[in-house]
Each structure stands twice: as C-alpha cells, then as structure tokens.
C-alpha cells in the first residue's frame, strides 16, 4: 500500500499558484519525498524530490514540514498544461538494492482552468 | 540528449500468446525498472535490473520475466496473456550513482490483450 495520501482531485484558477498536499505521517528517516506528475498518455514526470529541507527548481517547489509528515507540492503560476494527475511517493533511497521500487498511489487530478 | 524510449509505443494480442517490449534507458543511465499501469491506477513495480540482473521483483508471477543487455537496453516479456494484463507498461531508469536519484519514465507501450 501506498505511504503517501493525496486528495483526489483540486481546481486551480489558470497563473495563480497551485498547491497540492500530501500526508506522509509513516515517514521514515531515511525516506526521502518524491513528486512525478502524469498527463493524459503519458510516462509519469519527475518534478522534484527532497529530504527534510525544502528544495525548489525550475518547475515547482517542494516545502516539507519540520516533522516531515506532510508536504506541500506548489506550482507558482498555475498554466493550463500543468492539467495533470500529481503523485507524492516516499521511497528509501539507495540501500543495499540500489533500491528503485515506487509505490503509488491514485494521486491528485489537478485541474487547471482558464 | 534522448530521453527514455520504449517500443511499441502500441499492441493488441490475443489470450495465451506471448509478447516482449523494449526499453532504452536515458543516456548515462544504468538501472532499468519497469511497472504496469491500469487503467485509473498508479503504476505498480513489476522489477528493476542493473548489471544485467533482477535485483528487485514486485508482487507478479514468474510469466513476467526481463532481461537487461550489456548496453543497458532491457526487455519485459510476458507469457500466456490474460485480459487482465492490459495496460500500459511503463519503463524507468535511473543512474547508480547517487543514491536519491529520481527515475526518468518512458511513455509507455499500450498492451491490449483481447
């Protein structure tokens, strides 16, 4: 089962921010939070991953509480192509396998509107 | 730089036969993972190869098989199809390196099983 829990589905007004929570309150230590999106069709997208701090880039930024149990995914200025299922997975990073198992969840339907 | 390339991109086959698809990692990238996707799901692990072995399997029986070729390329194959198997299979790869590094998905091949 996925660690992660997302709301199902939010609107978002087209240019305002967009700001997608996700619970994780069975975090460990060593799991580090990761975002990938998914539009219609297509191969899921990496967008952004962090540990405990909070991490920006080019595409959205990533604010992670101090006691880690949630995050918050923020696309600044919200465009209709950001229209996308939006995942949040939490995965142990490296590790004796080079670990590279995700489990997902249903995400959240990010509907941007005009 | 290409990204991920999978092929076919589509595939129809009929109950009991067999087929194999094909994936090309990222430049620089060494570790293949490939999952299956249905229809309203997030997508699920199937396994992950490096070093031309199966280093992680998720939970699907031994009628998924894969194989990773020296240049990195990999191959899922899957025997005696059942309807249930329709989906999109998608392939991830990742370079060994650094132990957070995020997985780069391909877009994916459309089994349809009839």
């Known amino acids: 089962d996925a660690k992660t829990t997302q709301p199902p589905s939010m609107d978002c007004a087209e240019g305002r921010a967009a700001n997608l929570p996700c619970n994780h309150s069975?975090?460990?230590?060593?799991?580090?939070v990761y975002w990938y999106r998914q539009i219609h069709s297509q191969g899921p997208q990496y967008i952004i991953h962090g540990l405990k701090n909070n991490e920006t880039n080019e595409m959205a930024s990533l604010i992670i509480t101090e006691d880690r149990k949630s995050s918050t995914l923020i696309l600044p200025h919200a465009t209709l192509r950001d229209t996308a299922v939006y995942y949040c997975?939490?995965?142990?990073?490296?590790?004796?396998?080079?670990?590279?198992?995700?489990?997902w969840g249903l995400g959240t339907s990010l509907a941007v509107n005009p | 730089d290409a990204g991920v390339t999978q092929s076919p991109t589509h595939l129809i086959k009929t109950r009991g036969q067999q087929v194999t698809l094909r994936c090309s990692p990222k430049?620089?990238?060494?570790?293949v993972s490939w999952y299956q996707q249905a229809l309203g799901q997030g997508p699920q692990f199937i396994f992950q190869y490096y070093e031309e072995e199966e280093r992680q399997r998720g939970n699907f029986p031994d009628r998924f098989s894969g194989h990773q070729f020296p240049n990195y390329s990999s191959e899922l194959n899957v025997n005696a199809l059942l309807l249930g198997d329709s989906a999109l299979y998608l392939c991830?790869?990742?370079?060994?390196?650094?132990?957070?590094?995020?997985?780069?998905f391909g877009n994916g091949t459309r089994l349809t099983v009839t």
């Open positions: 991830a790869s990742s370079p060994r390196g650094r132990r957070d590094s995020p997985l780069h």
């Open positions: 430049s620089g990238h060494d570790t």
């Open positions: 997975i939490v995965r142990v990073a490296g590790g004796a396998g080079n670990n590279r198992k995700l489990i």
């Open positions: 069975t975090i460990s230590g060593n799991e580090y």
